[in-house]
């Protein structure tokens, strides 16, 4: 059973910054790509950062220079470090992980909230 675990979200004051930790567990062979989403309230579910296999990142626009996607393979783990936050950050934060033959998790969410 594979079970992804997010945590670091809270309240925020802008211009703060956060660090989103999701952790992996369960049986597994290999993780491909790691990623991270976003859905505000009202909104579908954004895309915000991706981290490859081979480490290879890519950003959405909205947080292009405010965000960095890691990933520690050997504790399963995948971060999102966001600096310089605004109002418009404030969001669920999901993980997401593509499993090689097995297939794509989410972990439950985390909630990001950027507000003085």
């Known amino acids: 059973q594979v079970q992804l ?8 004051q802008p211009g703060g910054s956060l660090r989103l930790t999701c952790v992996v567990s369960g049986t597994m062979s290999r993780i491909d790509n790691m990623e991270w989403y976003r859905q505000a309230p009202g909104k579908k579910r954004d895309l915000v950062a991706t981290v490859t296999r081979r480490g290879t990142t890519l950003y959405a626009d909205s947080v292009n ?3 960095t996607i890691s990933r520690d393979d050997a504790k399963k783990t995948v971060y999102l470090q966001m600096n310089s936050l605004k109002p418009e950050d404030t969001a ?6 593509d499993l090689y033959l097995v297939g794509t998790y989410w972990g439950q969410g985390t909630q990001v909230t950027v507000s003085s």
């Open 5 to 12: 675990v997010e945590s670091g979200g809270g309240l925020v």
């Open 65 to 67: 220079g405010r965000a």
């Open 92 to 97: 669920v934060y999901y993980c997401k992980v």
